[in-house]
T-cell receptor, first 114, second 109 residues
Framework: DTGVSQDPRHKITKRGQNVTFRCDPI?????LYWYRQTLGQGPEFLTY????????KSRLLSDRFSAERPKGSFSTLEIQRTEQGDSAMYLC????????????FGPGTRLTVT | LAKTTQPISMDSYEGQEVNITCSHN???????ITWYQQFPSQGPRFIIQ???TKVTNEVASLFIPADRKSSTLSLPRVSLSDTAVYYC??????????FGKGTMLLVSP
């Protein structure tokens, strides 16, 4: 399978703990996106990378959130000092070039903060 | 970004044609119209994209009137597996995607 993969698929953590998610995009795609989705809502944009450069961050991405994409390949999203409001599905997507309306999404990581 | 309005939910039966309309009164000249489909516990999947008139692929058709203030996603002969949330998005394609709440389509036997 050469689609976008995410790991882990599910994560349960206690409030205050740090968590890190990984996304492996489709190999030839140079754009990578992170979204967050809560129940009953559409995905909300968090940030995106063009190769290794982080080009845009949403206001939703508080100081507790950090994303990296070393070497322009896989990406990680870390949440520090998790809060119950961070509980959501975190989706990663990739696209091959400048035009972003056709993005390929991974299955997501469901985070539950207790 | 142009705001979109679509029905919260729709019901259909297997074998019927389903048309989901999206309003985007403030669409800009350079904006494209894109539809995504999302199954439970999965990421969204690109269905179709268009700029004007009609676009058809193996999954759906997209009808866009001349004024481009609305668009209609047409799913021919739906099956139970078409039960999903359908999102209408409007943008230039060089910006990040902005999803609304989408339309929950429920297909019954």
């Amino acid at each position: 399978d050469t689609g976008v993969s995410q790991d882990p698929r599910h994560k349960i953590t206690k409030r205050g703990q740090n968590v890190t998610f990984r996304c492996d995009p489709i190999s030839e795609h140079n754009r990578l996106y992170w979204y967050r989705q809560t129940l009953g809502q559409g995905p909300e944009f968090l940030t995106y990378f063009q190769n290794e450069a982080q080009l845009e961050k949403s206001r939703l991405l508080s100081d507790r959130f950090s994303a990296e994409r070393p070497k322009g390949s896989f990406s990680t999203l870390e949440i520090q000092r998790t809060e119950q409001g961070d509980s959501a599905m975190y989706l990663c997507a990739s696209s091959p070039g400048l035009v972003s309306y056709e993005q390929y999404f991974g299955p997501g990581t469901r985070l539950t903060v207790t | 970004l142009a705001k979109t309005t679509q029905p919260i939910s729709m019901d259909s039966y297997e074998g019927q044609e389903v048309n989901i309309t999206c309003s985007h009164n403030n669409i800009a000249t350079n904006d494209y119209i894109t539809w995504y489909q999302q199954f439970p516990s999965q990421g969204p999947r690109f269905i179709i994209q268009g700029y004007k008139t009609k676009v058809t692929n193996e999954v759906a058709s997209l009808f866009i009137p001349a004024d481009r203030k609305s668009s209609t996603l047409s799913l021919p002969r739906v099956s139970l597996s078409d039960t999903a949330v359908y999102y209408c998005l409007v943008g230039m394609g060089y910006s990040t995607l902005t999803f609304g709440k989408g339309t929950m389509l429920l297909v019954s036997p």
